[in-house]
């Protein structure tokens, strides 16, 4: 984990609201799937953390949801543009065995670098409409099968990832599911593949500082195993956590 | 090469520039970055009598120019602080600055105790935290309980020197100033945050699930700088000033203000080495302006 000035390579859209960026960050070598990086954005008091879509060595890609002044300054830079990364920060997914990969919105560019890392993988991913849906073609290249849901049922089936997940895992058998996505898909992962037996890692997402663990803010409520409960730290403990390990109930 | 030692409370800092408490941990994610024997101390998170869990998240609202944080004093508490931080910082050639906050008397007077046999080199007193119901603000808003803070905190100290932390939140700082200092404040510390909140207008909520916090960084910087002049214009305690530091100049201004030493906080969260960059601006400016002593710096200001 360092500071690195990285050149951005490409910016492209992926949606109305995301953008696909690639970066030049052979310094990262060390980036695992389901770690993130935190950029900084000129102008602004906090960076900004983003998650490893990808990363083959040399390039990093960065799948960044614009949601505010900072992000619209970051997914507006042209190639060449120079970044100021801090990373790679956090514990990743366990991205071995036959796993599948549960996916929704944002939550989904994680899970690229992670069903590429295992031995084999299937997906199963949800968006609000179609015309959010992205990553498919990425999906279908490092995945067996990819499923799909919408709430609008524009795309894929209608309705939630649970719906699927819960079939899917009757049918098939995993060493893991992976998922990374909205406060109440994670909820219903958790149920979902408690029910079945499967293991389960979730990433989770907070409002963060510093980024390497020193301040505090993005704190989790984890179990220390012997019915008590701790604070934990979403970007050093996390941002994946075994899905026993987090309380849900807040 | 400008003589970058200052001292504060007696306690002499090879540089003037510490790290804020609460921004830093106890030092083990930055020592990862570079080699804390940089920095002239470490101010380290905030600990309390008993392990405290903190405030629910969200904790933290990004502002024009800086941020709200409402961490709550999350802490292992004093004993694991004492047995397990105090010797880790130990290992390295800097000044350990114990910060602590009590919800009573007794309990200021049971951590300064603690902190002080554990041989840390300076004890904070934190009576300023707006971010916790009880104690905290509480005894730093009212000049007699802020002396009563301080006082309890003194005779239980031994020999480490004590160093009242200063809320902002008052509407004259400089009366708590002097009631802190007559109660035995070998420096004062200032400023901690301004309390602030931030609203997401589509929700209606308020972004930090307290509702309120602590404004820090950039934003606060003009509040610190009048703030310490005011101080150390009323005392005669040296003063370690803070807020919104972010580059050498903003430290030399802080120490002609009237600050012997300058804290680094919030700056650290855009820039994890942002307390190294300002020593050395610092140090770099003391070179081209002529300055032999970075200490001369201290009250240096020619006010109109």
Known sequence: ???????????????ESSHDLRVLAPEMKDARPGQFVHVKCEGFTLRRPISVCDFDGEILRLVVDRRGAGTDWLTSRAPMTVLDILGPLGR???????????????GTPPLIYAAKSAASADAIVGFRTASAAMLLGDFSEVCGTVQIA?????????????????????EHKYDRVLACGPAPMLRACVRVCAGAGVPLEVSLEERMGCGVGACLVCAVKLKDGNGGTYMGRVCKDGPVFRAEEVCFDD | MTDMRVTLAGVELKNPIVVASGTFGFGHEYAELFDLSELGGICVKGTTVSQRDGNPSPRIAETPSGILNAVGLQNPGVDAFCAEEVPFLRKFDTKIIANISGNTLEEYALLSEKVSAAGVDLIEVNISCPNVKAGGMAFGTDPRSAAAATDAVKRNAGKVPVMTKLSPNVTDITEIARAAESAGADALSLINTLLGMRIDVRTRRPIIRNNTGGLSGPAVLPVAVRMVWQVANAVKVPLLGMGGVASGADA????????????????LFGDPYAAVRVRKELEEFCETNGVAAVRELTGAVRPW
Do not use: P, Q, W
């Open chain 1, 92 to 106: 990743g997914f366990s991205a071995d065995g036959n796993i599948l990969v549960v996916g929704g919105g944002i």
């Open chain 1, 150 to 170: 919408t709430d609008d049922g524009t795309l894929g089936a209608h309705g939630r990832v649970d719906t699927l997940l819960e079939k899917r895992l009757a």
């Open chain 1, 1 to 15: 984990m360092n500071v690195y000035k990285c050149t951005l390579l490409s910016n492209t859209r992926l949606t």
């Open chain 2, 252 to 267: 030399a201004e802080l120490m002609m203000a009237g600050a012997s030493a300058v804290a680094v906080g919030t700056a």
